[in-house]
């Protein structure tokens, strides 16, 4: 099972761990400051450094069996078992990813429907929602979802028992996809006193960090399903 260092700490960019498993261009490590590909959030890209300073892309990270994290390298890698590497993410990429993360959690505050689907990207994110008949106005959606942005509430991550998840199954926002089980406990993100669920993803420490953003667009995705997209505001951020 792979060490998941990104979940004590997002804002890790650098790590030295030792290789475990290489099947091709595929390699796994002890630890990891990469995320895995999962629940709409990309995997990370980024490099891994061996021995004499010899750099290696990481083009995507994605999830292997029984806990471990698979690290997608250029195929004359050259690694082996045993080889110590620095680890180094694509920060940018990855710091997007987190910004648009939680700005998709403060969309689920204010419009508190079920989640049908969603992808994060660098430059847009978007959720799905049954929203029924229920219509929305683009600007004032902006509006709200900035004001939140502003508060600048703290976000957190903790722990909470399988249990304690089935007994409050109104925590779970996504309908479609739940929270992994079998490990006995379950990963919950907290924004200020206005969020509260689910989440294993990689998320800013403040909502301000976001940074201005705006609704791009909100699309009918069958009888009851909206689609709402999110980007940033060029115009105020440029």
């Known amino acids: 099972m792979t060490t998941l260092a990104f979940l004590d700490d997002a804002y890790l960019q650098q790590l030295a761990t030792v290789i475990t498993v290489v099947d091709g261009a595929w390699v796994e490590t002890e630890a990891t400051v990469f995320y895995a590909m999962g629940g709409g959030q990309p995997g990370d890209s980024g490099s891994f450094t061996g021995a004499a300073g010899r750099q290696h892309r990481v083009l995507d990270t994605r999830k292997g069996e029984a806990g471990r994290v698979c690290h997608q390298l250029e195929d004359d890698h050259g690694l082996r078992p045993g080889d110590t590497v620095i680890q180094a993410l694509d920060w940018p990429r990855r710091y997007a990813h987190m910004r648009m993360h939680t700005a998709l959690h403060l969309l689920s505050v204010a419009v508190p429907f079920g989640v049908t689907g969603g992808q994060i990207g660098a430059d847009k994110g978007r959720l799905d929602f049954d929203l029924g008949e229920t219509s929305l106005d683009k600007e004032q959606l902006s509006s709200q979802l ?93």
């Open 146 to 238: 900035n004001a939140l942005i502003a508060a600048n509430h703290a976000v957190s991550a903790g722990w909470i028992g399988e249990a304690e998840l089935d007994a409050n199954p109104e925590l779970v926002k996504t309908m479609a996809v739940k929270p992994p089980r079998g490990a006995g406990r379950i990963r919950m993100v907290t924004i200020g006193d206005i969020d509260y669920q689910p989440c294993g993803g990689t998320h800013v420490a403040r909502t301000a960090e976001i940074g201005p953003i705006r609704v791009l667009s909100i699309k009918n995705r069958g009888a009851r399903n909206r689609r709402i997209t999110l980007g940033w505001d060029e115009e105020t951020t440029s």
